[in-house]
């Protein structure tokens, strides 16, 4: 258990919807990272947090949009949905902005019908 | 792209043998990371190299990162049915803030 929970596990619902994921990173950890993960892409880097700030950004469309709580947890914002989108979405966290180890949540599996 | 790309893209071994995995990368680093990914699952942190390290060894695990030619590789000794997973490399690169991912190597491990 690396201690970072993600919620919800699954999600399913249809083209045009908006849908949140939730994060939880470690106990300590102020940063937060969220990665998307396709069957044909990887794991790209959509966005990074770090104590309620954004640090970094990477291929995170505009639909998207990602915020880090006064509690630290964070949320990703995903509106407009397309089949495309279906994929697995992976929150890290770690203690500092730097880039040394992450942990991993288990992910959310989005299917968009 | 600022991302590792990994070598083989799959790799099917018997127990008890080794697997070697290599990955490549475009930008200058401040260090490299191996992970595993069992299907489906979160990704899990194996080994962490710095940029002026030449070679770490965790448990069976060897890496080697070679900075002139932008490549390491991941060595698993001694492999076993419950290696089967897909390994990543990542990239740390200097000023940056986050990890840049390979597309992974998928490992069998046929007992």
């Known amino acids: 258990d690396s201690g970072v929970t993600q919620t919800p596990k699954h999600l399913i619902t249809a083209t045009g919807q908006r849908v949140t994921l939730r994060c939880s990173p470690r106990s300590g950890d102020l940063s937060v990272y969220w990665y998307q993960q396709s069957l044909d892409q990887g794991l790209q880097f959509l966005i990074q947090?770090?104590?309620?700030?954004?640090?970094a950004k990477g291929n995170i469309l505009e639909r998207f949009s990602a915020q880090q709580f006064p509690d630290l947890h964070s949320e990703l914002n995903l509106s407009s949905l397309e089949l495309g989108d279906s994929a697995l979405y992976f929150c890290a966290s770690s203690v500092e902005t730097f880039t040394g180890e992450l942990f991993f949540g288990e992910g959310s599996r989005l299917t968009v019908l | 792209s600022q991302q590792g790309e990994e070598d083989p893209q799959a790799l099917s071994i018997q127990e008890g043998e080794n697997a070697t995995m290599n990955c490549s990368y475009k930008?200058?680093?401040?260090?490299l990371q191996w992970y595993r990914q069992n299907s489906g699952r979160g990704l899990v942190h194996l080994i962490l190299?710095?940029?002026?390290?030449r070679e770490k060894h965790s448990g069976r695990l060897r890496v080697t990162l070679d900075t002139s030619k932008k490549s390491s590789s991941l060595l698993i000794t001694a492999s076993r049915a419950a290696d089967t997973a897909s390994y990543f490399c990542a990239t740390g690169k200097t000023g940056a803030n986050n990890l840049f991912f390979g597309t992974g190597t998928r490992l069998t491990v046929i007992p």
């Open positions: 947090y770090y104590n309620g700030e954004e640090r």
């Open positions: 190299i710095r940029s002026n390290e």
């Open positions: 930008t200058s680093i401040n260090n």
